[in-house]
């Protein structure tokens, strides 16, 4: 463990990234194991009511080819990937007042037919959606924190508010949700000692996910100039979350492997031990663009399903049967 301090020693110096790598990946293996969760993400909507800043999603980006992927659809996205191994599906949109509390429990149910767990990322809601969603079958939730510094938050999210976002992930973890949570790596006027403080927050809200990924400009948005995250220092934020928190689960993002060609593998030795691979069909992906380059969007289902299969098994781990509940709980 350390203090804010050394933290942001760390994060400052770069002579020993490699002593840090090898001790997250450590602690990695010591305390979740080699075994690799998959989680199947379902990009199922990319319209989006707010105006985040940095991304190509924002309500005002009017160069966005929206689309929604409704019920019957999702069920079949679903039952592809649950046929082909995934025990985890991740549902995600943009903050889509579209699919109304009633819509979304009637998918949550179906997809829990299935046997497998299910994760949403589908923004800030009620308590009372919360509920109705964990009701009706829903196991985690994703909602990033982006960036603790409230200043920065500020800037970032016109219209948002930190404390709305904070209540979510209060209101998340009492209705018994798995919670995770994450931050943005290389914002413009992101400082060295926020990112220690979002760290120290993963710890305090206890966190049971964490994901971490560099910012990418996006062209179609105000921050279309601003210069991209460093691969290293969202790789070096993410071996210190593994190193304060070392039981949770550490998604190897997909923002990594867009920055660097080989950055999941990278993450997966440094810390992470789980994917989430796209198993949105092909026509949308390139729709769902958060940010430029993202990998696999001329890819299917299937292709990154291989793909995924043949890097964890060349660096000698493999693909959990599980359902890969935190902590170990199977
Ligand atoms: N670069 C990197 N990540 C981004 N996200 C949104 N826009 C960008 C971007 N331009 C991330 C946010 C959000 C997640 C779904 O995608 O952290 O929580
Ligand atoms: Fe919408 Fe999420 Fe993009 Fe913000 S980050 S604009 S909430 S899709
Ligand atoms: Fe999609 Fe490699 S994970 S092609």
Same mark, same amino acid.
């Given at each position: 463990m350390f203090t804010k301090k050394e933290i942001i020693e760390i994060l400052k110096d770069d002579t020993k990234n490699e002593w840090l790598f090898s001790l997250a990946d450590k602690t990695r293996k010591e305390n979740v194991g080699d075994g690799i969760h998959l989680r199947g993400l379902v990009e199922?909507? =990319?319209?989006? *009511? /707010? +105006? /985040?800043?940095?991304?190509?999603?924002? *309500? $005002?980006? +009017? +160069?966005a080819d929206r689309y929604r992927i409704l019920k019957d659809e999702i069920i079949k996205i679903v039952k592809h990937a649950s046929d082909m191994g995934y025990k985890t599906i991740v549902l995600q949109s943009g903050e889509d007042g579209y699919y109304t509390t009633d819509k979304m429990v009637e998918i949550i149910k179906s997809i829990k037919e299935f046997d497998v767990a299910l994760t949403l990322s589908i923004g800030e809601r009620s308590y009372e959606d919360y509920k109705a969603f964990k009701d009706a079958g829903a196991d985690r939730y994703l909602i990033r924190i @982006? &960036? &603790?510094d409230k200043n920065l938050y500020k800037q970032m999210h016109p219209n948002m508010d930190f404390d709305n976002r904070l209540r979510c992930l209060k209101d998340l973890k009492t209705l018994g949700y798995e919670v995770g949570t994450g931050c943005l790596v290389?914002?413009? +006027?992101?400082t060295t000692e926020s990112l220690a403080d979002d760290i120290l927050f993963f710890r305090e809200i206890q966190a049971d996910m964490v994901g971490i990924g560099p910012f990418i400009p996006h062209p $179609? &948005?105000?921050? =279309?100039?601003a210069d991209k995250g460093s691969f290293t220092l969202a790789l070096k934020v993410m071996a210190l979350t593994r190193i304060m928190l070392p039981d949770i689960n550490i998604p190897a993002t997909t923002a990594m492997e867009t920055l660097h060609p080989n950055g999941r593998i990278i993450a997966l030795k440094s810390g992470a031990n789980v994917v989430m691979p796209n198993i949105t069909t092909q026509q949308y992906r390139a729709k769902? @663009?958060?940010?430029? $380059?993202?990998?696999?969007?001329? $890819?299917n289902p299937d292709k990154c399903r291989n793909c995924i299969g043949a890097k964890i098994k060349s660096i000698g781990r493999f693909v959990a049967e599980n359902y890969g509940f935190s902590h170990n709980k199977g």
């Open positions: 199922f909507s =990319n319209i989006c *009511k /707010c +105006n /985040c800043k940095y991304c190509g999603l924002r *309500k $005002d980006n +009017n +160069n @982006e &960036t &603790t290389g914002l413009p +006027n992101q $179609d &948005t105000p921050l =279309n100039n769902y @663009e958060i940010y430029p $380059d993202k990998i696999c969007v001329n $890819d």
